[in-house]
T-cell receptor, first 113, second 111 residues
């Protein structure tokens, strides 16, 4: 089944404790992206990647890191999480250069205490 | 000013009604326009995708883009209770580039 998977789905952590949210897609998509979704603010793009080893900042990259060492994986790293990073996070992938349709993962709900 | 503005609603309509959802935007470089539907506790899923201006129809759904007014719309005909969801507009200037989403409009279709 073609899909985007994220792990973990739920995470409660404390301020300053490094964490990684994994994202993997099995559709051989070129483009992958991370979003956060907050009430009243909608979906905001954090980082995106057009291909392996190519990443670009979205609207809200501060406090986040990403890497794209393989085509299928695009982990989101929070080196020192803070309470304002409490949010619902979505990973998405897209065929990219030809088609703009994005396929979203199920989401990761992160709470930083 | 936000790149994309969308009325958050909530919008409540009776079953069978025609629903109109709208977004405005400020960046004239946007060329790709999308509507996503998001059910509670799920990721968004693509409904309609339009390039540049014009109309596109898919079953009960019609997407319209008016680039001169920087205004896009999604119409849902014969609305069903299963259409109850949050609808997000999204746009980008080119393929594989940065995407900008509206805040979403919550729709409830009452049986």
């Amino acid at each position: 089944e073609a899909q985007v998977t994220q792990n973990p789905r739920y995470l409660i952590t404390v301020t300053g404790k490094k964490l990684t949210v994994t994202c993997s897609q099995n559709m051989n998509h070129e483009y992958m992206s991370w979003y956060r979704q907050d009430p009243g603010l909608g979906l905001r793009q954090i980082y995106y990647s057009m291909n392996v080893e190519v990443t670009d900042k979205g609207d809200v990259p501060e406090g986040y890191k990403v890497s794209r060492k393989e085509k299928r994986n695009f982990p989101l790293i929070l080196e020192s999480p803070s309470p304002n990073q409490t949010s619902l996070y979505f990973c998405a992938s897209s065929p990219g250069l030809v088609i703009n349709e994005q396929f979203f993962g199920p989401g990761t709900r992160l709470t930083v205490l | 000013q936000k790149e994309v503005e969308q009325d958050p609603g909530p919008l409540s309509v009776p079953e069978g009604a025609i629903v109109s959802l709208n977004c405005t935007y400020s960046n004239s470089a946007f060329q790709y326009f999308m509507w996503y539907r998001q059910y509670s506790r799920k990721g968004p899923e693509l409904l309609m995708y339009t390039y540049s201006s014009g109309n596109k129809e898919d079953g009960r759904f019609t997407a319209q883009v008016d680039k001169s007014s920087k205004y896009i719309s999604l119409f849902i005909r014969d609305s069903q209770p299963s259409d109850s969801a949050t609808y997000l507009c999204a746009m980008s200037a080119s393929t594989g580039n940065q995407f900008y989403f509206g805040t979403g409009t919550s729709l409830t279709v009452i049986p």
